[in-house]
């Protein structure tokens, strides 16, 4: 069926921030959607609050909206596109709940907005879990028992009913957001009231578990003339009772017969067309009981989904575009596929070869969440690895994580405390089992306590065979037949180094004596069936290379890896930009890249992609293959960074900046002397390696001081000291953690602003790209901070200073490329606090605010443009040039992932713990940070009851706070010490208990609805139980909660904003082009 | 493959597959690069082989598959054929029965549901397609290759099936003489080799693919539905539309990787045949229909 011609503007709503259970994997589904559509002649609308995708670059869409995703907001745009369609199945869970919202409150039909895709009864039928199940039992399949309740009486009388343990899910939640398994009716009752509170609409499944069954899941596809194909099947290392998102996953299926397959799949057939998704991927989700083959339908997702990406990278399908296009009325077979340009995109792709996924966790970020793995989400991020064998795959996978190194359990585990870390599932448990297998735990024992299958602890078993084969020879008499085979399954020089006890590089020169060289094979839909003309390779140990290089002008970039805290889409996008702009320039892009949620690692994002792991022995290949004119390693946070110099070092030509300079910024002592010679002040600092010294460090730099290990990103375990023993505890702990690295000691700027700054610079000319100040005071981390540009508050003699200050150091550091420059401002003085010669996190909000894609620009000149012949457009400050800014602020906040990890504080420190960002835009910096605030689910109230609560630092700061807030007429509760403070300056609160003084206290006050905005600014780092039940009460009824006077500041400005200016809405191409924001509905109310 | 497990790990499995193929004296190749294998021949089309693991040199190797006679032209079907006639009972294996034995399958109590009696030509017949016959309610009586129309007739059947088979359907003159005869005398379902045969007798050519139709991912559309099954195939032979007389035949199936024919129907007579394979197991069920086609056309002919 031809594209429908009916609708010719489609609005597309993107996930908003990345959090967890919902990254990166949607921008690539949104983007993908939106090529598609465009490339279809549809005039394309997208709506996204998160700066840092691809898809809300402004060539993407025709009209591109960086606003909260929120129905008022929606309406405000489509009021003023008045677009003929939306489709909501591109942008996560966000995109669907939104659409159902707008639907279900008249918005579509008013503005005659047709939803396509999935109607809004097939979203429901599939979202609603009793609606699903009969569904299911209509078709004759089974499902597991379960119940529908919606308070906890209900819930606790169904206990007894059902059996424990219990299964919890919240309705309409992602990532299993707020659900939990519950062993006994004490647990029970806990979960159940969490996971009611955590649906929207306040409701929750209790279902019977299925606890140790296999766990499958099939991504679909179906189009309007009903042809159906299921693109992947995906099989889970762990059983059910792991979130598939935090399970270890295997594609395609490895332990199903095709009896059962097929059964599978006629079901996954049975229930998309029951459930009524007429067009578009969706994925359906089985357990299977091991002991009798009985089969239940877990659940469905219509829409695409971080499985789906998963698919589409595992198996070179593009399922977000085909999705798209089928949304407009294609049907699969005239749609061609991209791969083999010659056969239709209605088929199932065929693999011959493993996929593995494992997730990335970060629970060291979170002192005090519980790292046991349940039907919640709590991974951050993942790597996919290709290889012929799984055993293969699962060691390239394993080698993706960061660290690389191979893990081993301590040497002195007990028997005992082994069989409960098998029978307990937690981020390392693959390694407990790998322990296990070594030392000979029986097979048996093993899947009795893991319910993995047989199969999966049978290849680990082969491994571990296979290593302890290669553990009896020395790397000089290992035989080439040995090492072929120990690299055929997978394993690493570094792994095979650490078993020889030598180094990696006496491995490669062993294997490049024997010959033995990875060769690299293309993901090609059809196992070599067709001929493929996308080059999308991975690397095995094979007789026959397919790679092809061609003798052309080529640049190799290397991504970021796993999302992480600190290291996530912002780095893939700046990866994907430069790409982007080597192309346009005429280079021959070949990416790097093992993260399958990414832009980066779509097959048309490069000319050549390569999914392998960012280790040197595998860019080393790469490049081997390739001899790429350089490689640029600055665009993908640290992973690549920390290969620089050793690439350099095997004869890789490094654009752009040097190593050395990254190297240079990086030590302390070598950057203090340039800085030094450059006259630019910096906190008095050291570094320490024993406590001893670090006390007489602190005692010479004076407290207090900020204790960091150096070589890190995301502020990963940073302190703020106000004594000395922490410092000497601090530098203890590190040197046991790690090898000697030395500890930095810095004085900390107490109640500075910060300031980061991204310059580009081609070693003679320097541009700054953008200035933005920090909200919150120096001492919560830049990239947990809100920021705003350009700055408010400082003034212009500071900013000439810090304009000054960065070309002064991009010139010294010989920049070519980008540059970062964080600063602290204290009392009129500039502080340098660090400089990055990379791309930072802050480039894609940076480039959507000014309208120049920086990323793009830095990549130029690594491959050797200068900024004189750029065009840029820039403004000249006393001889410094800066790309000029715009009319409007634009604010960027952080998003935390507090509601996924019960139990711990909310407190901003030095330590980076956001997962994702928003950007708010507005002529008046005010409603910029409202906006801001909003699309990072901080409703800012317009009217009620604020509690304050703040340090006795802030005290003196508090009273013109409280005028402004009682102003706009809310009513003021303050603790004690807090009133009296609003009092001195005449504002009128009510006084009300802390916890410890007496009840109703303040927790009591959250918890009963009674507070719209909490305001708590904390000590330090060593917090009160009282704040910090305050905050996770905050948290978790979904209160507004500011922790920093600044923030709270900006807070009243932006609620005199929403109450003044109403809400505006404006599309990036018009805020570039110096058209500004209009009102679309009356000034006040909601 | 490769790699072939050492283990099995399923609930209804009785022995790896390692010792059921040793068991059947089928030899297995693995540990080598399947897709070197699959580009080669993807390149030079398809060709004969000599598996060996005794050291033999390797032009001495491919001096002895050249002596090996192509496949076009060599009649295949009637050496592979049953010898005797044979009644077939047994349907379709019930996923939830266990343990697995290799004669799993129920028989289907006879009944009065029993309606249909199908006569099936056993050119090198797959059991599954007698077993979805018999889910289809049908008495099924397997005859040799070489049984000849007169006779089968003689059965009294309600209908005829022409099964799958190896290689080049041309030689196999006897068949599309049995065909010609048969058809209008009674309902005709060819699946494959059947399919070819039957294109053959409707004074069609066939022509050989440079590397034939293998696997269970195959796109083929129905041209009378518009819709697109997911097929398993196993050819190397197709019958070339072009050649069929547009007059008597209409085209109902084509391949949508290569637009290859996949199926055609009679105009005005009770025949229709299908190059892929509905019943395949392993393989999608997505084609199922077939069998309820040819029971319909069954019932169409007897009122």
């Known amino acids: ?1086 | 493959m490769r790699e072939f497990s050492q283990i099995s790990s399923n609930w209804r499995s009785a022995e790896t597959a390692q010792l059921y193929l040793n068991r059947h004296k089928i030899p297995a190749i693995w540990d080598i690069d399947t897709r070197a294998l699959v580009r080669h021949i993807r390149k030079v089309g398809a060709l004969r082989g000599v598996v060996a693991t005794d050291g033999t040199p390797a032009d001495q190797l491919v001096f002895e598959a050249k002596q090996i006679p192509t496949m076009a032209g060599q009649e295949l079907a009637g050496r592979v054929s049953c010898k005797k006639s044979y009644s077939w009972d047994k349907g379709s294996i019930e996923l939830a029965t266990a343990p697995w034995t290799e004669q799993m399958g129920a028989a289907v109590p006879a009944g009065e549901t029993r309606k249909h009696r199908v006569v099936a030509y056993d050119y090198g017949i797959k059991q599954n397609i007698l077993r979805m016959l018999v889910d289809h309610q049908c008495e099924v009586m397997v005859v040799p290759a070489k049984t000849s129309a007169e006779e089968v007739l003689a059965m009294g059947g309600d209908g005829v099936f022409l099964s799958n088979g190896p290689g080049d359907p041309e030689p196999i003159n006897y068949a599309v003489e049995n065909i010609r005869k048969l058809l209008g005398k009674t309902p005709i379902f060819g699946i494959c080799l059947g399919h070819q045969l039957c294109g053959l007798a409707l004074g069609g050519k066939t022509y050989k693919l440079k590397f034939g139709h293998h696997g269970s991912n195959h796109p083929v559309k129905n041209l009378l539905t518009g819709k697109v099954e997911i097929t398993a195939q196993n050819h190397g032979f197709v019958v070339d539309p072009e050649s069929l007389p547009s007059s008597d035949v209409e085209i109902t199936h084509v391949n949508l990787n290569d637009g290859t024919n996949e199926g055609m129907r009679h105009k005005s007579l009770p025949l229709f045949s299908v190059q892929y394979h509905p019943e395949a197991s392993p393989g999608p069920h997505d084609s199922h229909y077939l069998f309820q086609d040819f029971v319909k056309m069954m019932n169409e002919h007897r009122q």
């Not at chain 1, 908003?16 to 919902?22: N, T």
């Not at chain 1, 810090?802 to 002064?808: A, D, F, N, Q």
């Open chain 1, 1 to 1086: 069926m031809p594209k429908r011609t009916d609708i010719k503007k489609i609005l597309i709503i993107g996930s908003g921030p990345i959090i967890i259970g919902q990254a990166c994997e949607f921008d690539y589904s949104g983007a993908q959607a939106c090529k598609a559509l465009r490339a279809e002649g549809y005039e394309v609308v997208l709506v996204n609050s998160n700066p840092a995708t691809i898809m809300t670059d402004p060539e993407l869409a025709h009209r591109t909206y960086i606003e909260p995703l929120t129905k008022e907001y929606l309406e405000a745009i489509i009021a003023r596109e008045r677009p003929d369609a939306l489709l909501p199945t591109v942008g996560g869970q966000t995109a669907l709940n939104l659409a159902v919202e707008l639907s279900e409150s008249g918005i579509l039909e008013k503005y005659k907005v047709e939803m396509i895709g999935a109607s809004l009864r097939a979203i429901k039928v599939a979202e609603d879990r009793l609606w699903f199940k009969d569904a299911c039992k209509k078709l004759g399949l089974e499902v597991p028992n379960s119940a529908l309740v919606n308070n906890a009486q209900d819930a606790l009388r169904l206990c007894d009913q059902l059996g424990f343990p219990l299964v919890i899910r919240p309705s309409f939640t992602m990532g299993g957001a707020g659900g939990s398994i519950a062993y006994n009716k004490e647990e029970f009752g806990e979960a159940i009231n969490h996971a009611l509170d955590m649906s929207p609409v306040h409701e929750a499944l209790v279902e019977e578990s299925v606890l140790g069954w296999k766990e499958y899941e099939l991504e679909v596809m179906r189009d309007k003339k009903d042809n159906f194909v299921v693109i992947c099947s995906i099989e889970n290392f762990d059983p059910m009772g792991v979130h598939t998102g935090d399970s270890i996953t295997v594609a395609p299926a490895q332990t199903l017969t095709d009896k059962e397959y097929q059964r599978m799949r006629d079901a996954a057939a049975a229930i998309i067309r029951e459930v009524g998704v007429e067009t578009g991927g969706s994925n359906v989700q089985f357990a299977v009981n091991p002991e009798n083959g009985k089969m239940t339908v877990i659940e469905m997702n219509p829409r695409v989904s971080r499985s789906s990406a998963l698919a589409s990278k595992a198996t070179g399908f593009p399922i977000a575009k085909i999705a798209a296009r089928l949304a407009v009325g294609m049907t699969l077979d005239e749609i061609p596929n991209d791969i083999t340009q010659k056969t239709p995109a209605c088929f199932e792709p065929t693999i011959d070869y493993v996929v593995v996924k494992i997730p990335k966790w970060q629970f060291e970020k979170f002192p005090g969440a519980d790292s046991t793995l349940g039907t919640q989400m709590k991974s951050v991020g993942e790597v996919m690895a290709i290889g012929r064998t799984f055993k293969e795959a699962l060691q390239k996978g394993i080698r993706s994580l960061e660290p690389s190194t191979p893990w081993r359990a301590p040497l002195e585990t007990p028997d005992s405390l082994l069989r409960e870390k098998l029978a307990t599932p937690r981020p390392d448990r693959i390694h407990w089992i790998l322990t296990a297998v070594e030392r000979g735990l029986p097979s048996e024992e093993i899947c009795d306590l893991t319910k993995i299958d047989p199969w999966f602890i049978h290849q680990i078993e082969e491994l571990t065979a296979m290593n302890r084969r290669a553990a009896s020879v020395t790397v000089e008499t290992a035989s080439k037949d040995l090492l072929r085979e120990a690299k055929r399954n997978g394993a690493s020089d570094e792994h095979l180094a650490q078993m020889w006890k030598t180094t990696p590089a006496a491995v490669r020169l062993q294997r490049a004596r024997y010959a033995v060289a990875p060769v690299f094979k293309r993901v090609d839909t059809c196992a070599a069936e067709f001929e493929s003309f996308t080059p999308y390779m991975y690397s095995t140990y094979e007789d026959e290379d397919e790679s092809e290089p061609r003798n052309v002008p080529k640049v190799m970039i290397l991504g970021s890896g796993p999302n992480r805290i600190g290291q996530g889409i912002e780095f893939d996008y700046c990866c994907c930009h430069a790409s982007f702009a080597l192309r346009e320039d005429g280079f021959e892009t070949i990416m790097v890249n093992c993260n399958p949620e990414t832009v980066s690692t779509d097959y048309d994002t490069s000319d050549r992609l390569y999914f392998e792991p960012l280790t040197l022995e595998d860019v080393l290949a790469i490049f081997e293959k390739e001899k790429p004119q350089g490689v640029i390693v600055q665009f993908g946070g640290q992973t690549p960074l920390n290969l620089a110099l050793e690439l350099k070092r095997n004869g890789v030509p490094i654009l752009g900046t040097a190593p050395e300079s990254i190297d240079l910024a990086e030590d302390r002592r070598r950057f203090g002397r340039l800085l030094d010679e450059l006259k630019i002040p910096q906190p008095r600092n050291g570094t320490a390696l024993i406590p001893e010294e670090a006390a007489r460090v602190a005692g010479e730099i004076g407290l207090p001081v900020l204790v960091r290990p150096s070589y890190v990103l995301g502020g990963r375990a940073m302190v703020i000291a106000y004594d000395v023993n922490t410092v000497q505890e601090y530098v203890a702990q590190a040197a046991l953690m790690g090898p000697a690295k030395p500890v930095l000691i810095d004085q900390f700027l107490e109640e500075a602003t910060e300031v980061d700054v991204d310059a580009l610079a081609d070693g003679t000319d320097v541009v700054i790209g953008g200035i933005m100040e920090h909200i919150e005071e120096a001492g919560v981390h830049s990239g947990d901070s809100s920021c705003v540009l350009p700055p408010v508050s400082l003034s212009p003699q500071i900013i000439a200073t810090i304009r000054e200050y960065t070309k002064r150091l991009a010139i010294a550091l010989k920049v070519v490329g980008l540059m970062n420059v964080q600063y602290a401002i204290q009392r009129d003085t500039v502080y340098v606090l660090e400089v990055n010669p990379r791309a930072s996190r802050t480039i894609p909000y940076v480039s959507k605010a000014t309208g120049v894609p920086l990323a793009k620009v830095a990549a130029r000149l690594m491959a050797g443009k200068k900024l004189a012949n750029m065009n840029l457009p820039l403004v000249r400050h006393n001889g410094v040039a800066e790309i000029a800014v715009h009319d409007f602020y634009a604010v960027k906040s952080p998003v935390f992932p507090f509601n996924k990890f019960r139990g711990v504080d909310t407190i901003l420190g030095p330590e980076m713990r956001s997962t994702g960002e928003v950007m708010g835009t507005s002529t008046s910096y005010g409603l910029a940070f409202a906006k801001a605030q909003l699309a990072a689910g901080q409703k800012l109230p317009r009217s009620g009851t604020i509690f304050l609560s703040v340090n006795d630092r802030d005290k003196k700061h508090v009273g013109p706070l409280g005028k402004e807030l009682a102003a706009l007429g809310f009513k003021l509760l303050a603790t004690r010490g807090t009133a009296a403070a609003l009092e001195a300056s005449g504002v009128e609160s009510e006084e009300v208990f802390k916890v410890n003084e007496g009840r109703p206290n303040i927790v009591d006050l959250v918890k009963t609805a009674k507070i719209d905005l909490v305001i708590n600014t904390p000590l330090g780092r060593e917090s009160f139980y009282d704040e910090k039940s305050i905050r996770r009460a905050a948290i978790r009824y979904n209160i507004p909660c500011i922790t920093t006077l600044a923030a709270a500041h900006a807070a009243s400005l932006g609620i005199r904003a929403l109450l003044e200016q109403g809400t505006e809405v404006a599309a990036l191409q018009d805020l570039h082009q110096g058209k500004l924001a209009a009102s679309n509905s009356p000034k006040s109310g909601d």
